[in-house]
């Protein structure tokens, strides 16, 4: 094997058969607790539609938050067999969730067009998240209002295995999309880990 053979590992790339199948990659708790720290203007009332084992939903819980977990798969925890991209109710609160990452744009969509105007919709996402044609047209809906960049790298693990993880390679953030808003983004950062 040669260096370029190695090189989509050392860079955090994962090829496609190495690739978890729904693209399940929990989230560190550390993702949320740390970033409650920096007081974001999260609404009581939360629904975490892609809450795979819980991580992110019972770091919520435990900040005292209302939260509504649901997930199209049974991963555990939530309920399972809600399809978020499918759902049609409206709901009263914020949406927060780490999606699948080829289903961000549509999950960011999905959740504005669900919540009232103020509310919003927080993504866990890469830093990279920022990049791509395919991703202007929501970029260009001017709702994206805060980009919250962590300055420590932060692990999500395949199927959840923090254990198969080993250092953290990926700059992730929280894309602050804000029914209603209308405007040019502003970048903030947050501690991403203890300090």
């Known amino acids: 094997m040669g260096v370029y053979d190695k090189l989509p590992m050392m860079v955090g790339?994962?090829?496609?058969?190495?690739r978890e199948e729904n693209d399940f990659y929990a989230t560190d708790p550390i993702s949320i607790t740390s970033f409650?720290?920096?007081n974001p203007?999260?609404?009581?009332?939360?629904?975490e539609p892609a809450c795979g084992n819980g991580n992110m939903a019972k770091a919520l819980i435990d900040a005292n938050f209302e939260?509504?977990?649901?997930d199209k798969y049974d991963r555990g925890f939530g309920q399972s067999g809600i399809?978020?991209?499918k759902c049609e109710d409206p709901f009263d609160g914020d949406i927060i969730t780490n999606p699948p990452f080829k289903y961000a744009c549509d999950f960011a969509e999905k959740g504005l067009s669900?919540?009232?105007?103020?509310?919003a919709v927080w993504l866990f996402m890469?830093?990279?998240?920022?990049?791509?044609?395919k991703r202007q047209q929501l970029f260009k809906r001017k709702e994206l209002k805060t980009v919250y960049v962590s300055v420590r790298r932060i692990k999500c693990a395949i199927n959840g295995d923090f254990n198969a993880v080993g250092a953290p390679?990926?700059?992730y953030a929280w894309y602050e999309f804000r029914k209603g808003y209308n405007g040019d983004p502003v970048i903030k950062w947050f501690n991403g880990g203890e300090t």
């Not at 790339?13 to 190495?18: G, T």
């Not at 890469?126 to 044609?133: D, H, N, P, S, V």
């Open 114 to 119: 669900l919540i009232k105007e103020g509310h």
């Open 13 to 18: 790339a994962l090829s496609s058969h190495d």
């Open 41 to 47: 203007p999260i609404a009581y009332k939360v629904w």
């Open 169 to 171: 390679v990926m700059a």
């Open 36 to 38: 409650l720290k920096e």
């Open 67 to 70: 939260v509504v977990a649901t």
């Open 83 to 85: 399809d978020f991209l």
């Open 126 to 133: 890469k830093l990279q998240f920022l990049e791509g044609t």
